[in-house]
T-cell receptor, first 114, second 110 residues
């Protein structure tokens, strides 16, 4: 299944590095999301974009910076991260309009901050 | 109170058994409900939506109890491939955001 793709799949970075996560959806959806998933915890919503406009920033630290150039692409720029930021970062998309609230997830980027 | 709460398990069941687990949600105005499945080190995938009248998809049956604010998932004739973490997901408002439970882990043994 290649509806939502994410790169890289794995990332190891030091606390002084700058890196970017990329997400692309091929489903014609209008909403895109970034989630953080830590071990044994529920998915934490980080950012929501609706038609390229950011509609949600769930009190995410400024060391995470999202970018949505169009409805199909979403980036998460990372800088000066902390070890506790190590987690699985999931991108999702959804149709937004209508009754279908289903979100479709990418495979995630497993991030380790040293 | 958490928006969505689940028994983390694990539920260890033999092949062929039936297993049921629940999830409770806090917002009585919640409109849409889902079960997602997440395999180890993979992304969540939609298993089934949950409708007011209850619904069945093969060996999986989902029920919604609005009065008590819980949903359930029943798996009949468990297969080894059913081993996964099952996420309870609720749409608590009339927008597009979803709230996720932490998941119930099910392990089916031969």
């Amino acid at each position: 299944e290649t509806g939502v793709t994410q790169t890289p799949r794995h990332l190891v970075m030091g606390m002084t590095n700058k890196k970017s996560l990329k997400c692309e959806q091929h489903l014609g959806h209008n909403a895109m999301y970034w989630y953080k998933q830590s071990a044994k915890k529920p998915l934490e919503l980080m950012f929501v974009y609706n038609f390229k406009e950011q509609t949600e920033n769930n009190s995410v630290p400024s060391r995470f910076s999202p970018e949505c150039p169009n409805s199909s692409h979403l980036f998460l720029h990372l800088h000066t991260l902390q070890p506790e930021d190590s987690a699985l970062y999931l991108c999702a998309s959804s149709p937004l309009l209508g009754r279908d609230k289903t979100q479709y997830f990418g495979p995630g980027t497993r991030l380790l901050v040293l | 109170r958490k928006e969505v709460e689940q028994d983390p398990g694990p539920f260890n069941v033999p092949e062929g058994a039936t297993v049921t687990f629940n999830c409770t949600y806090s917002n009585s105005a919640s409109q849409s409900f889902f079960w997602y499945r997440q395999d180890c080190r993979k992304e969540p995938k939609l298993l089934m939506s949950v409708y007011s009248s209850g619904n069945e998809d093969g060996r999986f049956t989902a029920q919604l109890n609005r009065a008590s604010q819980y949903i359930s998932l029943l798996i009949r004739d468990s297969k080894l491939s059913d081993s996964a973490t099952y996420l309870c997901v609720v749409n608590p408002q009339r927008d597009y955001k979803l709230s996720f439970g932490a998941g119930t882990t099910v392990t089916v043994r031969a």
